[in-house]
């Protein structure tokens, strides 16, 4: 077997890449120049998809020769820290107890500095077929980053043959994840003095009665849905923040809600947007019209991310299975990248080191040996690519 890449050089790049402090809402061309001169200086040349006003870039870098291959995916965003309480500082690593604290270092810098430290043993092997390592951005806020490379793989980019996802798993192998929809209904009311709330049309209130409606429709889904390869077992929508009013002696003319529904794959429960508009119309809009005729509730889609289902003859799921020596994969409730990949025809697989518990938490981490079951993780993948 191939020796794996030694977690010494995977723990000095992971400190390198949380020192970008890449927040989905800044850029991340710093660390993408890092990675680039890094590979550089490995003689690989990578590609890089730039978005539409430059402040980001995906990354593309391919090892090897020929046709298909393995994509190792990571993203390279990570969550806010704001107003969590860090005991050390969370973009300087920071090693206690066999764990690797800071921003990203488990959602999934962790990954990307693995595939990175594991670059010279690429490239010293003598593969049968390339490996391809893809950086992405925005993954945080709806995939949204990662679409436009996809787009272009088999065109002027190359197409793995299947994609690795490298989110947090604890190096288990997930064939299946839920989708992310994330919706925003708009309520309109009409203003009046507080003092006379008759003659207005109290916009909280009717979003309050819509939370209930999306509440109601949460608990039905849940006692109708029962796929046990996931938890919770079943689609979940919740309503996430509402915001609405002006003073307290204005009745509120508008209110916003954010809500998003988690659904199974193939879920019936894609339908809770136009039923909630059913609900509207048929029990909030003839009372708010009565009076005021401009009175409205609108839904639209903030983001919309697929489920993931990778299905029972995945050479995806059956190349992670036979890296990991597991015998069974298992579904999980977050999303990732993998489901875009998969619908562009990219069988996916999501392996990765840590555990979704510590992603986005104060005090985020990766365990030592996570790291070093992913190095050797990507060692026997170098051996199954070689000649």
């Not at 109290?202 to 046990?228: C, F, G, H, W, Y």
């Not at 562009?344 to 986005?360: K, N, W």
Request: proline share 6%; aromatic share 4%; with cysteine.
């Amino acid at each position: 077997m191939a020796t794996p890449a030694s977690t010494q050089a995977a723990a000095e790049l992971l400190a390198k890449l949380i020192a970008f402090d890449t927040t989905s809402a800044k850029s991340n061309l710093d660390l993408i120049d890092f990675v680039q001169a890094y590979l550089n200086a490995h003689g690989v040349t990578p590609t890089l998809v730039p978005d539409g006003d430059g402040k980001k870039a995906c990354l593309l870098a391919t090892i090897g020769e020929g046709e298909g291959g393995v994509g190792l995916s990571g993203h390279s965003d990570c969550v806010p820290v704001t107003g969590q309480s860090w005991t050390s500082d969370p973009f300087t690593l920071t090693e206690r107890d066999g764990k690797l604290y800071g921003r990203g270092t488990c959602d999934m810098k962790g990954f990307v500095a693995c595939v990175l430290a594991s670059v010279p043993l690429f490239k010293s092997a003598p593969l049968t077929e390339p490996i391809h390592i893809l950086i992405s951005y925005d993954e945080e806020v709806g995939c949204l980053g990662v679409r436009p490379m996809i787009a272009r793989l088999g065109r002027d980019l190359p197409r793995p043959r299947v994609v690795i996802v490298g989110e947090p798993s604890g190096m288990q192998v997930i064939d299946g994840h839920k989708g992310i929809d994330v919706f925003r209904t708009t309520v309109t009311g009409k203003e009046a003095h507080s003092s006379m709330p008759a003659i207005g049309v109290n916009a909280i209130s009717a979003a309050s009665k819509l939370v209930d409606e999306i509440d109601r429709m949460a608990a039905e889904i849940a006692q109708t849905e029962n796929d046990p390869h996931f938890e919770p077992p079943y689609s979940t929508v919740m309503v996430a923040m509402m915001e609405g009013g002006t003073a307290p002696n204005i009745v509120p003319r508008n209110c916003d809600l954010l809500w998003q529904l988690r659904g199974l794959p193939g879920t019936k429960a894609r339908d809770v947007s136009a039923r909630l508009a059913a609900f509207a119309e048929e029990k909030l809009l003839p009372g708010m019209r009565a009076v005021a005729p401009d009175a409205g509730v609108e839904t639209k889609t903030e983001t919309a991310v697929p489920a993931f289902s990778a299905g029972p003859n995945s050479e995806a799921v059956s190349l992670a299975m036979t890296l990991t020596g597991a015998n069974r994969a298992s579904g999980v409730s977050y999303a990732t990248e993998a489901g875009l990949f998969q619908d562009a025809g990219c069988p996916a697989v999501v392996c990765g080191p840590g555990d979704i518990e510590q992603a986005h938490a104060a005090d985020e981490f990766v365990a030592v040996s996570q790291i070093e079951s992913c190095l050797a993780f990507l060692a026997r993948l170098t051996d199954r690519m070689s000649a």
